[in-house]
């Protein structure tokens, strides 16, 4: 299994995962996280510095390429994301996990554990 953590530095989880500079990606081996390798994201307009404002229907540019960079995951955890990606990310067949610890490496720990929350909107509270 592979699971992307977002963040800005490669070891502290992000707060805004459209807002990051990048995913460290992590294979999971039983309940041991193996760092793989620290992607950019150039894939959201907000990492592109090209997003004023928030959110609306008519405004809103979709999470597709950032969901396709993050294909080969089954799973991302954040500090913080919005119901969209969420909803494009379990499209994908992406489960979303949120914590509320700063250190990538913890964040990837938890979640082998099974000790991280869904993030809100994907239905059960729990690691299945």
């Keep these: 299994m592979r699971i992307a953590v977002a963040s800005d530095d490669g070891a502290q989880v992000a707060a805004h995962t459209g807002r990051c500079r990048g995913f460290v990606i992590f294979d999971l081996m039983g309940q041991t996280p193996a760092r793989v390798e620290y992607r950019s994201n150039t894939y959201t307009a907000h990492a592109r510095g090209q997003c004023q404002g ?6 809103h540019q979709g999470h597709g390429a950032l969901v396709e960079a993050l294909a080969d995951c089954q799973v991302l955890v954040t500090r913080g994301l919005g119901p ?3 909803a494009d990310l379990a499209r994908r ?3 979303a996990y ?5 250190r ?15 993030a809100p909107g994907t239905g059960c509270q729990h690691r299945s």
């Design 54 to 59: 928030g959110h609306t229907d008519a405004g």
């Design 84 to 86: 969209r990606l969420v």
């Design 93 to 95: 067949g992406i489960d």
């Design 98 to 102: 949120v914590c509320s610890v700063e």
């Design 104 to 118: 990538v490496d913890e964040a990837a720990e938890l979640y082998a554990r099974g000790q991280l929350p869904r």
